[in-house]
């Protein structure tokens, strides 16, 4: 594997008169690896898959977030669907009964829309005050989760593309090579961001989530600014919202059992266990034991701490 040094991560690196020729040009310059079967390539520290590195340089050029929008980032794979469908369920609870909500006939990443995947897949800089999503929602609710490390394309990305065994993939993943990984880089860096500015910055565990959905779902309500009334909660109107949606009432929905996002990921694959602790039943004990060292090591002073 060749080790190539990154360049000024800087969003100007793509000219505006030969995206095409620059954007191959700057990939040559970049370390590049195959992760079960997805190309990455290592920008900025981060490990991008290949097929968004084009729609994430054009966000990162080209997106200016306004005080209203509310942007959901997570890591792959740590309860992404859950906190879309959450999220639009609670901000846009009085223009949508829960019998009529649009989660009912559409995904989560359709209400949601992921930047790389559906905002800047098209163009490189849409118009985002007629993007289709405000035809669903008054709200500006957008994501930067994108694939997650194991999901298989339906397009052909590599000719080589092979299957990790899951110890080849875990030794990788402690080497902060995955998609969009390192994982402690991420995590930190948001984790930080909230320590900074609480008003802007809100930190979710998945683990809190399903160990307390009534008082994750008030916490997410008060901080995007749309608390619950009295009256709401007395209602149910929290329960409703949670009920609706639970893993088990979105996986069961026609809508997300067919169907998929730009041909790279079906509805389907978005829906797993979702159940705390099941890594038991995949990793040995020699695994856990390193990968508690290790995030014992690379999370060491800054305060946080999660659950084993």
């Known amino acids: 594997m060749e080790k190539k040094e990154d360049p000024k991560c800087s969003s100007a690196e793509v000219d505006d008169k030969s995206p095409k020729d620059e954007l191959q040009e700057l990939l040559q310059t970049l370390e590049q690896v195959t992760w079960d079967g997805l190309p990455l390539v290592k920008y900025c520290g981060c490990w991008v898959p290949v097929i968004t590195f084009r ?59 992921f930047l790389d995947l559906n905002v800047y897949w098209e163009q490189d800089n849409p118009d985002l005050e007629t993007f289709p999503i405000q035809e669903f929602s008054p709200r500006t609710c957008i994501s930067t989760c994108f694939l997650f490390p194991s999901m298989k394309p339906t397009v052909e990305l590599s000719t080589s593309a092979e299957t990790l065994w899951i110890n080849e993939a875990f030794y990788m993943y402690c080497q902060g090579i995955n998609a ?5 880089d991420d995590i930190l860096g948001y984790w930080n961001a909230h320590l900074e500015n609480p008003e802007k ?6 683990e809190d989530l399903k160990e307390d959905i009534t008082s994750q779902v008030k916490k997410i309500a008060e901080f995007i600014g749309f608390p619950f009334s009295v009256e709401e909660e007395e209602q149910g109107l929290i329960d409703q919202i949670s009920r609706l949606c639970s893993f088990e009432s979105l996986s069961n929905l026609t809508v997300n059992k067919r169907g998929d996002i730009n041909g790279i990921a079906k ?21 856990a034991d390193r990968m508690k060292k290790l995030i014992d090591t690379k999370f060491e002073g800054s305060g946080l701490m999660f659950k084993t």
């Open 267 to 287: 509805n389907s694959s978005f829906f797993r266990k979702g159940q705390v602790g099941d890594w038991t039943n995949y990793l040995t004990p020699a695994m």
């Open 201 to 206: 910055v809100l930190f979710l565990k998945y």
């Open 180 to 184: 969009y990984g390192p994982f402690w």
């Open 55 to 113: 729609t994430i340089l054009a966000a990162q050029k080209h997106f200016k977030a306004k005080d209203t929008d509310i942007i959901l980032s997570t890591m792959p794979k740590s309860g992404t669907t859950w906190l879309k469908a959450l999220t639009f369920s609670i901000a846009n609870r009085n223009a949508f009964p829960i019998d009529q909500s649009p989660l009912l006939t559409s995904t989560p990443h359709m209400l949601v829309p």
